[in-house]
C-alpha cells in the first residue's frame, strides 16, 4: 500500500505542478491569456456600456485613462471597443496594414452616402485608386490654383449669411442632409467662378461666423439646371471640380492601374466623398481658430502685426507663396484645431495583435475588436502639451515645437500613418485665406460669448452660433 502511494505521489505531484505551471503560463504570457486582455472599464450588465457610450467616448475615456491607463476595452453588447489612448499605443492604429485593421466595417455606413463601388465598398487597393483621383488636385504644386478661388468664397460668403455651425441632427441625417445638398451642389457646379454678386456688407448687426468655407450653391443656369451628370460634360465638369480643366488630364488620370476607366457614378461618389471630408472640418475649424483669435488679447494683435507686414512685403496680393508666409496664424489654426479635432477614430481588428503600454505592460487585443482612438483626448496629454487646455499657438514655434519633441502621433487632428489626411494643406490654405482676408478687410468684434463644445458629432463643432459684427476698414501697411 505504501509502495502504491509513494508511486502515485511520484508520478502524480510532477503532473499536478506541470499543469499548474502550464496554467500559469497560460495564464500570464500564451497570446489571448485573459491576463493580456485589456483591462475591460467596469459598467452595469448587458446595456451599461451602451449607456456609458452614449454619454460620449471622450467622458469615458476622460473618467477611465486615469483608473486604467492607455489601452482599455468597453463591452458595447456584443461588441467591444478597446481604445487607444496616446502615441505610446497609438502607432499600431496608424501604421496597421490594412489587412489586420480595416476602416471597412468601421465606415461602412458611408456606403449609404457615397453609393455603391466607392472608398469604404472596394478592396484597399481599388480605394488608393479612387484616392488619387481625388487627391490629384491637392498636390503641392497645385494648391496655388485654388487660392483665388477660396479668396472669391470668402468674398462671396462675406456679403451673405449663410447657415454655420454644426447640425443638432443625428449623425445619420446629418450624412443624408450632407448628401442631399452635396448632390444639388454637383448638379449646379459646384465651382460656379461667378464675380461676387453683392460687394461687402457692413453688419453692425451680429452676424455668424464664419463665412462657409464650404461651396457655395449659385442658382443653376438654365442648362446646367437641366444637364445634371451625364456623360463626356458631367465628367468634364466633375474634373473641374477637383481642380483640373479637361484639356490638362493627362492620359490615365481617372483610370484605375489595371486600365479601367471611372464610371460616373463612382466620379460622384468620390466628389461627395470629398466634400464631406474636407467641408465641415475645415469650416468647423475656420470657426474655432476665429473665436480664439478674435478672444486672445496676445495672439490677435500678433496675427494682425503679421498680416501688416505681408501687405507691406508684398502689397494686396494673396497667393500660395503668401499665404505660407502666414507663420502664426497657421499656429492659431494649428492650434485651435488641437483643442477642437474629431473626437474618435475607427478600426476593426482583423487579426489579434499585442500592444506595449510607456509602463511596460503588455496587452493582447483580439481580433474583432473595434479599435479606437481619439484626438480630441491624446490631442490635450498633459505629457506632451503643458497646460494643455490652454490657447497657446507658440507650442508649435521654433525652438519649443511640443507635438515634434514628443514624437509621432503627439498630434492626431488630421490622423496619420496610413490612413493620415490627405487635404491637411489645402485645409490649412483655406482657412487661412478666409482668416487673412476677413482680418485685412473688416474690423471683426466676437459678440457672443466663447462657445461651448458641441460634443454631438464626431467633428466637434460649436454649441449655438458664434456671432461677430465686423465693419470694413482696410489694415495699416508696416514697411
Ligand atoms: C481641418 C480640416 C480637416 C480635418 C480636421 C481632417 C481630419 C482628418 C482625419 C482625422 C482623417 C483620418 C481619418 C481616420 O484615420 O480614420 C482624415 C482623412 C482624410 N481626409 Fe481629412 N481632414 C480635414 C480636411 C480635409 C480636406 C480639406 C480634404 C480634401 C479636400 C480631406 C480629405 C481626407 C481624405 C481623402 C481622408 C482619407 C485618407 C485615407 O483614409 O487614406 N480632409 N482627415
Redesign the pocket.
Known amino acids: 500500500m505504501e509502495v502504491l502511494e509513494d508511486k502515485l505521489l511520484n508520478i502524480g505531484l510532477p503532473i499536478l505542478l506541470t499543469l499548474a505551471v502550464a496554467r500559469l503560463v497560460y495564464i500570464f504570457l500564451s497570446p489571448r491569456s485573459p491576463a493580456r486582455l485589456p483591462p475591460v472599464i467596469a459598467t452595469w450588465p448587458v446595456m451599461g456600456g451602451v449607456v456609458r457610450f452614449l454619454k460620449g467616448p471622450v467622458a469615458v475615456i476622460r473618467e477611465e485613462y486615469p483608473k486604467l491607463g492607455s489601452v482599455f476595452t468597453l463591452n458595447l453588447l456584443n461588441k467591444k471597443i478597446t481604445f487607444l489612448i496616446g502615441p505610446e499605443v497609438s502607432a499600431h492604429f496608424f501604421n496597421g496594414s490594412e489587412s489586420d485593421l480595416s476602416?471597412n466595417e468601421v465606415y461602412r455606413f458611408m456606403v449609404a452616402t457615397l453609393g455603391p463601388g466607392v472608398v469604404y465598398d472596394v478592396d484597399y487597393s481599388v480605394r488608393l485608386d479612387q484616392?488619387r483621383f481625388?487627391?490629384e488636385g491637392?498636390r503641392a504644386n497645385k494648391l496655388n490654383g485654388h487660392v483665388y478661388q477660396m479668396l472669391l468664397e470668402t468674398q462671396w460668403r462675406g456679403g451673405h449669411k449663410t447657415r454655420v455651425g454644426p447640425s443638432d441632427q443625428p449623425d445619420s441625417e446629418q450624412m443624408s442632409a450632407e448628401r442631399r445638398s452635396a448632390k444639388q451642389a454637383l448638379r449646379r457646379g459646384v465651382r460656379s467662378l461667378r464675380r461676387p454678386r453683392q460687394e461687402y456688407a457692413q453688419h453692425q448687426r451680429p452676424v455668424p461666423l464664419p463665412p462657409h468655407p464650404g461651396p457655395p450653391a449659385p442658382r443653376p443656369g438654365p442648362q446646367e439646371a437641366q444637364g445634371g451628370l451625364r456623360g463626356d460634360h458631367s465628367r468634364a465638369k466633375a474634373h473641374r471640380q477637383i481642380g483640373e480643366r479637361p484639356a490638362a488630364v493627362p492620359d490615365g488620370y481617372s483610370r484605375y492601374r489595371d486600365g479601367r476607366p471611372t464610371t460616373e457614378s463612382e466620379i460622384t461618389g468620390l466628389l461627395i466623398?470629398?466634400l464631406i471630408?474636407?467641408r465641415n472640418?475645415?469650416s468647423i475649424?475656420a470657426t474655432w481658430t476665429g473665436a480664439h483669435l478674435l478672444s486672445n488679447k496676445k495672439y490677435l494683435p500678433l496675427v494682425l502685426h503679421e498680416q501688416r507686414n505681408l501687405v507691406g512685403k508684398h502689397g494686396k496680393k494673396v497667393d500660395h507663396d503668401v499665404l505660407l508666409e502666414m507663420e502664426i496664424l497657421y499656429r492659431c489654426i494649428k492650434e485651435a484645431?488641437r483643442l477642437h479635432?474629431?473626437q474618435l477614430?475607427?478600426r476593426t481588428s482583423l487579426s489579434d495583435f499585442s500592444v506595449k503600454t510607456s509602463e511596460g505592460k503588455e496587452y493582447d487585443v483580439p481580433k474583432d475588436h473595434i479599435i479606437a482612438t481619439s484626438?480630441a483626448f491624446a490631442n490635450r496629454l498633459p505629457h506632451i502639451y503643458k497646460d494643455p487646455d490652454a490657447f497657446d499657438p507658440d507650442r508649435f514655434a521654433p525652438g519649443r515645437e511640443d507635438d515634434k519633441a514628443a514624437g509621432a502621433f503627439s498630434n492626431?487632428?488630421?490622423?496619420g500613418g496610413?490612413?493620415?489626411?490627405?487635404?491637411?494643406a489645402?485645409?490649412y490654405l483655406?482657412?487661412k485665406a478666409t482668416w487673412s482676408h476677413l482680418l485685412r478687410n473688416f474690423e471683426v468684434e466676437l459678440v457672443s460669448p466663447f462657445p461651448e463644445i458641441d460634443w454631438k458629432s464626431m467633428?466637434v463643432g460649436v454649441k449655438g452660433k458664434v456671432m461677430v459684427r465686423y465693419k470694413r476698414r482696410e489694415l495699416p501697411i508696416t514697411h
Do not use: K
Open positions: 476602416q484616392f481625388c487627391t491637392l466623398g470629398t471630408a474636407g472640418t475645415s475649424t484645431l479635432p474629431p477614430l475607427l484626438p492626431i487632428s488630421f490622423g496610413r490612413h493620415g489626411c490627405l487635404g491637411d489645402f485645409a483655406q482657412i467633428v
